[in-house]
Structure formats: C-alpha cells, structure tokens
C-alpha cells in the first residue's frame, strides 16, 4: 500500500553503527547490558539494538534516515549477544514481544487505521446528511458560518445534521 510505503523505511534498511557511537550507548547504559543488567564486557560480544526497530521508525526521504535517526545514541540498546536473540526472535516459546512479531502487529495496525479512516472520510463526504435535505446543503460554507450565529439565522426546521467535530 502506498501510504505505508512512504511511512516506513525501505524494506531492509540499515545503517552501521560507527564505533564511536556504540560506546556511546555503552557508556549511557553504565556498561550494563540492558536485557540481563550484568556488565557488558568486550564490544566484540555485543549486539546493538535499535529501539524501537528501524523498519518500525517513520522514514524521511530528505534525510534518507529513519526518524529517529538511525545512529541516534538514544535508540540504540547494547545486549550481550545471547540477550539480543532473544529480543529479535522473541522467546522460544512464543515470539511474543520480539521484532518481527511487533512489525507484523504494526502493519496490521496501519492497514486497520487506513480502512477506518477510508470509511469515516467516505461517511463525511456523503452518507451524514438525511436524503431530504441534500440538496439544500449545497453550500459546505454555509455551514460554518451558521454555527457562530445559529440564532440569527432561523434554520426552518431542518434537523442539525452534523455531528461535532471531534
Ligand atoms: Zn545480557
């Protein structure tokens, strides 16, 4: 779908983490791994974590970045190895709460959130009137400027069709 298309960022998008960042993130986590809370130890078994996940980020073509940024030190988690597979594949028994299982939730969410408002925007550009009244309300203005002095203007009996905006 297009509008998920220009949301997210291109599929498999992924940016190196300089080395400078990573003891960024280390040092801003005390070296304490983020999962297990025991000391991280050697960068060399470590995994970085985006948080959230990079494919579940908003995208900006101008930037070609992830908002936020890929490389932004406070997105970025370090994990012992060992912690870091349990948080992508999510515990052996389920896979709840891991990565991919939240992508999948999200997309299904957008797609919800897309057909809901598809339907309330169909329902405001015609359904909200009553039959007999449609053509008197050829003027969407007209509306508008009758709130403020509703009593001036005598409504002849025609039922409110409009519902408040929220
Ligand atoms: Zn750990």
């Known amino acids: 779908m297009q509008i998920e298309q220009a949301l997210a960022p291109p599929v498999g998008f ?20 983020t999962h297990c809370n025991a000391q991280l130890g050697e960068l060399d078994g470590l995994e ?32 012992h190895s060992d912690c870091h597979d349990v948080k992508t594949y999510g515990s052996k028994a389920t896979g709840r709460g891991s990565d991919i299982t939240e992508i999948a939730r999200t997309k299904r969410l957008n797609r919800e959130t ?5 339907r309330i925007l169909a329902k405001t550009e015609g359904d909200d009137l009553p039959p007999s009244s449609k053509k008197k309300h050829r003027w969407p203005k007209r509306k508008f400027a009758s709130r403020g002095r509703r009593a001036e203007e005598p409504e002849r009996n025609q ?4 519902p408040g905006d929220e």
């Open 159 to 162: 039922p409110v069709s409009e």
């Open 48 to 79: 970085f974590d985006h948080v959230p996940a990079l494919q579940l980020r908003i995208w900006c073509e101008e930037t070609k970045d992830t908002i936020p940024p890929a490389n932004s030190v406070e997105h970025i988690e370090a994990k």
């Open 114 to 118: 897309e057909e809901f408002r598809r």
């Open 14 to 33: 992924r940016k190196a983490i300089p080395l400078l960042v990573k003891l960024k993130v280390v040092l801003r986590q005390n070296g304490k791994c």
